[in-house]
T-cell receptor, first 111, second 114 residues
């Protein structure tokens, strides 16, 4: 059964801290891994990763994929209160035209 | 076009009633997905349309659930004889190509069955 596991489930940090969120997966015929940020309702797209070892970066956020060890990390540097959200990892695999989501990591950034 | 829109945003219904949700995708997107998200969980796939054709349905989609996309534009998700376990956020997403291209989610419809 395809599985996506995120850790930690929740995290509380102070503004300015750097955080690392983890996503591991066990799927058949991996195609891509995506990170989403979910604040109130709709998940919003952050990154899509398909190749190992190539870092994707957007401002203070960056992500990398390790297809050998079957995991990805999402880094956020110099965190701000606006980074408080649930961060979802999703994997597209096999012939399925859908994404398998993890349970998410709830990040809270305290001023 | 400001993105994927869903209606209603909230729905409270009594157990046993039927409910219908609507999703309007981004206009040029030919793929439309329905997901369900319960508290503390990531979204779970329900079904997927390419244009008007429903190409995939999850085992989660019992026979009380039906989805349509009659003209390949908006979609409806109907739940018949609602149960308390149906209480969840129902998310719609659309994309121009496969899901791993940038798919956009709607704000969701929160269903509460009392």
């Amino acid at each position: 059964e395809d599985k996506v596991v995120q850790s930690p489930l929740s995290l509380v940090v102070h503004e300015g801290d750097t955080v690392t969120l983890n996503c591991s997966y066990e799927v058949t015929n991996f195609r891509s891994l995506l990170w989403y940020k979910q604040e109130k309702k709709a998940p919003t797209f952050l990154f899509m990763l398909t190749s190992s070892g190539i870092e994707k970066k957007s401002g203070r956020l960056s992500s990398i994929l390790d297809k050998k060890e079957l995991f990805s990390i999402l880094n956020i540097t110099a965190t701000q209160t606006g980074d408080s959200a649930i961060y979802l990892c999703a994997v597209e695999a096999g012939g399925a035209n859908n994404l398998f989501f993890g349970t998410g990591t709830r990040l809270t950034v305290i001023p | 076009d400001t993105g994927v829109s869903q209606d209603p945003r909230h729905k409270i219904t009594k157990r046993g009633q039927n409910v219908t949700f609507r999703c309007d995708p981004i206009s040029e997107h030919n793929r439309l997905y329905w997901y369900r998200q319960t508290l503390g969980q990531g979204p779970e796939f329900l079904t997927y349309f390419q244009n008007e054709a429903q190409l995939e349905k999850s085992r989660l989609l019992s026979d009380r659930f039906s989805a349509e996309r009659p003209k390949g534009s908006f979609s409806t998700l109907e739940i018949q004889r609602t149960e308390q376990g149906d209480s969840a956020m129902y998310l719609c997403a659309s994309s121009l190509g496969p899901m791993n291209t940038e798919a956009f989610f709607g704000q969701g419809t929160r269903l509460t069955v009392v």
